[in-house]
């Protein structure tokens, strides 16, 4: 399963019926997951900003899922840790 990279900043917020934290690994933070109830009523997927030393962002996306069907999750690459996750939701 690929995952995809962009380096443009996200602009999310809060959604609704949906929460979101971080996935640890080895003792840090290495990943995210996102999920929604039935009431959010949109398609989610979590959304993470790894830093890789040094100084170096990027941020990457889990799967597509429907509300109510569990967690959207996503891990950064190798060596890199994860700052920020976010609930991403169709504009």
């Known amino acids: 399963m690929g995952t995809m990279v962009f380096s443009a900043a ?7 019926g949906c929460d979101q934290g971080f996935l640890t ?3 840090a ?16 997927q979590a959304m993470i900003r790894c830093e890789h030393f040094p ?3 990027t941020y990457h ?10 967690n959207s999750e996503v891990w950064c ?4 840790g994860a700052t920020n996750v976010w609930v ?3 504009d």
């Open 25 to 27: 690994a080895e003792g």
């Open 77 to 80: 690459p190798s060596g890199a």
């Open 61 to 70: 996306y889990g799967p597509w899922k429907y509300p109510g069907t569990g």
């Open 29 to 44: 933070l290495r990943g995210g997951w996102a999920r929604c109830g039935t009431s959010a009523g949109v398609q989610y």
């Open 88 to 90: 991403n939701v169709p």
């Open 10 to 16: 996200p602009a999310q917020a809060y959604y609704p």
């Open 55 to 57: 100084y170096r962002i």
